[in-house]
């Protein structure tokens, strides 16, 4: 069975750092790419950007390039997320999703991160 | 980069009624669109991929259609477990985009 689970909740402070994870299980992970999906509180999704574990390719949306960095371990199955600068704007639940092939509809879903950025 | 402009964003419907979503592409994305149902607290689930084709398991009253710039998503028969909200999602090319989504609610 596939299977995406990712970290805790976290609240963090502004300015601080954070990476959360999404652990992959139930096929071959290096084999399929990992996109990472924000939704704001009470807002629709974005998709931040994605990475194929095999090579480590990694594509941004423009909107992210800079903000965040998606890096991948496929010794251990897992994708991360990072922050070295937290924002109260970053505050929103984060997704990460399977595709088959880089530009492609995700199928299979983590339940999401909640990230709370606040003084 | 690509928009899609998803319509309407609400919707009230009764059980029973026909359901029909749009997204439109400002330019031709051949049949690479997806449609994905959300609940809330809840991560999103694929219904259709490559604009028509039902997902594995999803019950056989949602549909797809379009090709190039106009797509439908269309439930034939509003059920109870269907009150969500819906997303369209172009995959022709990077940066990949959703549609602003549309919130379908019990009349």
């Known amino acids: 069975e596939v299977q995406l689970v990712q970290s805790g909740a976290v609240v963090k402070k502004p300015g601080e750092s954070l990476k959360i994870s999404c652990k992959a299980s139930?096929?071959?992970?290096?084999?399929?790419?990992i996109v990472w999906v924000r939704q704001m509180p009470g807002k629709g999704l974005e998709w931040m950007g994605i990475?194929?574990?095999?090579?480590?390719?990694?594509r941004y949306s423009p909107s992210f390039q800079g903000q965040v960095t998606i890096s991948a371990d496929k010794s251990i199955s897992t994708a991360y997320l990072q922050w070295s600068s937290l924002k109260a704007s970053d505050t929103a639940m984060y997704y990460c999703?399977?595709?088959?092939?880089?530009?492609?509809?995700?199928?299979?879903w983590g339940q999401g991160t909640l990230v709370t950025v606040s003084s | 980069d690509i928009q899609m402009t998803q319509s309407p964003s609400s919707l009230s419907a009764s059980v029973g009624d026909r359901v029909t979503i749009t997204c439109r592409a400002s330019?031709?994305?051949?049949?690479?669109l997806g449609w994905y149902q959300q609940k809330p607290g809840k991560a999103p689930k694929r219904l259709i991929y490559?604009?028509?084709t039902l997902q594995s398991g999803v019950p056989s009253r949602f549909s797809g259609s379009g090709s190039g710039t106009e797509f439908t998503l269309t439930i034939s028969s509003l059920q109870p477990e269907d009150f969500a909200t819906y997303y369209c999602?172009?995959?022709?090319?990077?940066?990949?985009?959703f549609g602003g989504g549309t919130k379908v609610e019990i009349k």
């Open positions: 999703a399977r595709t088959v092939g880089g530009a492609n509809s995700p199928d299979y």
């Open positions: 139930g096929y071959i992970f290096s084999t399929y790419w």
């Open positions: 990475i194929y574990p095999g090579d480590s390719d990694t």
């Open positions: 330019q031709g994305i051949r049949n690479d």
């Open positions: 490559a604009a028509s």
């Open positions: 999602l172009q995959h022709n090319s990077y940066p990949l985009i």
